[in-house]
């Protein structure tokens, strides 16, 4: 079993629809979880990082974590072509302040 | 403008060659780390560092080597004796990498492409 699982893609959505990205974590210690956005041949970019439970929205992103179920989303509000890319998602378990483990990610195609 | 910058962007490899990776940041971040991308994957820790002449193995260190002499560079090379150095590589740095507290996201370059030929 992985120790960072995303829901398998490719997902597609129409524009303006709500996108919703999954992960799961093995690690019931884990503290930090983060969303990268990778556009093809790029390198990841930040778009959110969480630490505590609930939810916390940023622009046209939310991103909601509950520890209990070991689970973290992103949604992603009024989807547009831009947004279409591999989205990461990345945990720091306990006593790893920085190095992060990374699930294998989730491809989202937002079709005009 | 601070940053990671990593070079080259586009490196070939001959069977049997080293080569070597560049990366330097002036973020003055304590922690870099060296990741591995193939298609339609994640990333996966090679090598980090959290504090200079320090360095640890992550998950597939095999056919790799580091050295972290400057808080600045961590260069990653690619010895002969990894099989299939074939990929996306990716340097990241955090400002600290020890202990429980203050949990940062990382910072990445821009990637080096290697190629075998």
């Known amino acids: 079993q992985k120790e960072v699982e995303q829901n398998s893609g490719p997902l597609s959505v129409p524009e303006g629809a709500i996108a919703s990205l999954n992960c799961t974590y093995s690690?019931?210690?884990?503290?930090?979880f983060f969303w990268y956005r990778q556009y093809s041949g790029k390198s990841p970019e930040l778009i959110m990082s969480?630490?505590?439970?609930g939810d916390k929205e940023d622009g046209r992103f939310t991103a909601q974590l509950n520890k209990a179920s070991q689970y973290v989303s992103l949604l992603i509000r009024d989807s547009q072509p831009s947004d279409s890319a591999t989205y990461l998602c990345?945990?720091?378990?306990?006593?790893?302040?920085?190095?992060?483990?990374f699930g294998d990610g989730t491809t989202l195609t937002v079709k005009p | 403008d601070g940053g990671i910058t990593q070079s080259p962007k586009y490196l070939f490899r001959k069977e049997g060659q080293n080569v070597t990776l560049s990366c330097e940041q002036n973020l003055n971040h304590d922690a870099m780390y060296w990741y591995r991308q193939d298609p339609g994957q994640g990333l996966r820790l090679i090598y980090y560092?959290?504090?200079?002449?320090d360095f640890q193995k992550g998950d597939i260190a095999e056919g790799y080597s580091v050295s972290r002499e400057k808080k600045e560079s961590f260069p990653l090379t690619v010895t002969s004796a990894q099989k299939n150095p074939t990929a996306f590589y990716l340097c990241a740095s955090t400002p600290w990498g020890r202990g429980t507290g203050g949990s940062t996201e990382a910072f990445f370059g821009q990637g080096t492409r290697l190629t075998v030929v």
């Open positions: 690690d019931r210690g884990s503290q930090s």
């Open positions: 990345a945990v720091n378990f306990r006593g790893n302040a920085g190095k992060s483990t």
């Open positions: 560092s959290q504090i200079v002449n």
């Open positions: 969480i630490y505590s439970n």
